[in-house]
């Protein structure tokens, strides 16, 4: 499935356009490297970086979603690796730099 796709239906962005925008301007890591391409390929086992208004979520696909579906059915499609952590990456990245 296309990376752009993939974030409109998991509700990660809110319109597909914005989706294939972050994509392109680089803003987002698929398994540790940089996407510039918003038809790059995703599937299940695939890591992702993604910002978001809080700071960086970091998720692995388990599966992928038939459609744009409601919150509850589509959180079950992915797992979030930094929900764990006390301090959101970005905040805790701000917070060393002073």
């Excluded at 299940?44 to 459609?67: Q, Y």
């Amino acid at each position: 499935m296309r990376i752009d796709k993939l974030l409109w239906f998991l509700r990660l962005t809110k319109t597909r356009p914005l989706a294939q925008a972050m994509a392109e301007d680089g803003h987002i890591r698929l398994n540790g490297r940089r996407v510039e391409r918003a038809h790059q390929k995703v599937g299940p086992g695939d890591v992702l970086t993604v910002p978001t208004a809080g700071g960086v979520r970091v998720i692995e696909i388990l599966s992928l979603p038939e459609r744009r579906g409601p919150a509850p059915e589509v959180q079950a499609c992915y797992r979030v690796l930094d929900a764990g952590a006390d301090v959101p990456i970005a905040a805790a990245n701000r917070n060393e730099a002073f």
